[in-house]
Nanobody
Framework: QVQLVESGGGSVQAGGSLRLSCAAS????????MGWFRQAPGKEREVVAT????????YYTDSVKGRFTISQDNAAHTLYLQMNSLKPEDTAMYYC?????????????????????WGQGTQVTVSL
């Protein structure tokens, strides 16, 4: 069955870095849009970044542009999120998601309702 398993979260001080990984199994992750979302306590889940098949296009929410980088290793079926210059407002549960309904789409959705597979999440906590 389809599984997305995130790892790499943790606690860091502001200005630090973390690299999140999402291991995909049960489907060919390289042909679908994949994304990272996050949800802070008391807030709605929001998109962080998306990556289209073959990396043709990427999207970043404004608050992470220039600090976060999404990438994908199709041979390893793994999605990554490199997070640099972390800020306390980046504190959240981070989720990996796949839109496995539209293969080879170059235009990835940013709405979480469009993604049909989700990981269990990994916590990122940034302190001053």
């Amino acid at each position: 069955q389809v599984q997305l398993v995130e790892s790499g979260g943790g606690s860091v001080q502001a200005g630090g870095s973390l690299r999140l990984s999402c291991a995909a199994s049960g489907f060919i992750s390289g042909v679908y849009c994949m994304g990272w979302f996050r949800q802070a306590p008391g807030k709605e889940r929001e998109v962080v970044a998306t990556n289209s098949p073959r990396g043709a296009s990427t999207y970043y929410t404004d608050s992470v542009k220039g600090r976060f980088t999404i990438s994908q290793d199709n041979a390893a079926h793994t999605l990554y999120l490199q997070m640099n210059s972390l800020k306390p407002e980046d504190t959240a549960m981070y989720y990996c998601a796949a839109d496995a309904l539209r293969p080879f789409s170059s235009d990835c959705y940013t709405a979480d309702s469009k993604y049909n597979f989700w990981g269990q999440g990994t916590q990122v906590t940034v302190s001053l």
